[in-house]
């Protein structure tokens, strides 16, 4: 039987906001059409792809650059976003977490 590690309140919360971010089916789809592009894409772009409107993009890529899902670097009037490998490696250790199984570890 394996013992029992409380999960911290911070971590609850960090990886609430996460699951939060991800409960949308537009921002799942913004995640994987950056994804897909390798690059940053001006939220232009974004909206020439996706099939939603340039506000609900803005509005989506927001909550995702809050949760840390996608990083925003603003030149100029545009703002590019594109995808926060990093933390989306470490998102699988929430799950563990939760689970409280060994993960490797990490912050997003």
Avoid at 64 to 75: G, I, K, T
């Amino acid at each position: 039987m394996n013992e029992t590690t409380p999960l911290g309140a911070e971590d609850a919360r960090s990886f609430a906001g996460w699951f939060k971010a991800l409960a949308d089916p537009t921002r799942i789809q913004l995640l994987h059409l950056l994804a897909c592009a390798d690059r940053p894409m001006s939220v232009g772009e974004v909206v020439e792809r996706a099939a939603v409107g340039q506000s609900t993009v803005s509005h989506h890529l927001k909550i995702l650059a809050e949760a840390r899902f996608v990083l925003a670097d603003r030149q100029g009037t545009s703002t590019f976003y594109e995808v926060n490998r990093n933390c989306l490696t470490v998102f699988p250790d929430a799950v563990r977490a939760i689970l409280n199984q060994k993960g490797t570890g990490g912050e997003c």
